[in-house]
Nanobody, 125 residues
């Protein structure tokens, strides 16, 4: 059973940066695409970014494109989301998720198989 644990969330000022990590256990992550999703208070969970199992394909939500960078280190069984130029609109609980080999179309939540419990990110002055 694949288990995912997120870390790296916290409070940051507008314009600041955070790096989220997603550590997998149970099985190796190299056969799974890794996605990052977020859910703000009162809103539905939405896809932020995803990287394929090979690392060759990455997708981003339009609102984070150019500010966020997804990556993975299969040797460490870990995925990452580097978030720069954060704004209050980025405030949410961020979840890591995994799907076999490929990212789902349009970063669909239902396309992911395994989920972490989330890490909160608050952008505020």
């Amino acid at each position: 059973q694949l288990q995912l644990v997120e870390s790296g969330g916290g409070l940051v000022q507008p314009g600041g940066s955070l790096r989220l990590s997603c550590e997998a256990s149970g099985i190796t992550l190299d056969s799974y695409a890794v996605g990052w999703f977020r859910q703000a208070p009162g809103k539905e969970r939405e896809g932020v970014s995803c990287i394929s199992a090979s690392g060759g394909v990455t997708n981003y939500q339009d609102s984070v494109n150019g500010r966020f960078t997804i990556s993975r280190d299969n040797a460490k069984n870990t995925g990452y989301l580097q978030m720069n130029s954060l704004t209050p609109e980025d405030t949410a609980v961020y979840y890591c998720a995994a799907a076999h080999l490929y990212c789902p179309p349009y970063l669909e939540v239902r396309g992911m198989e395994y989920w972490g419990k989330g890490t909160p990110v608050t952008v505020s002055s």
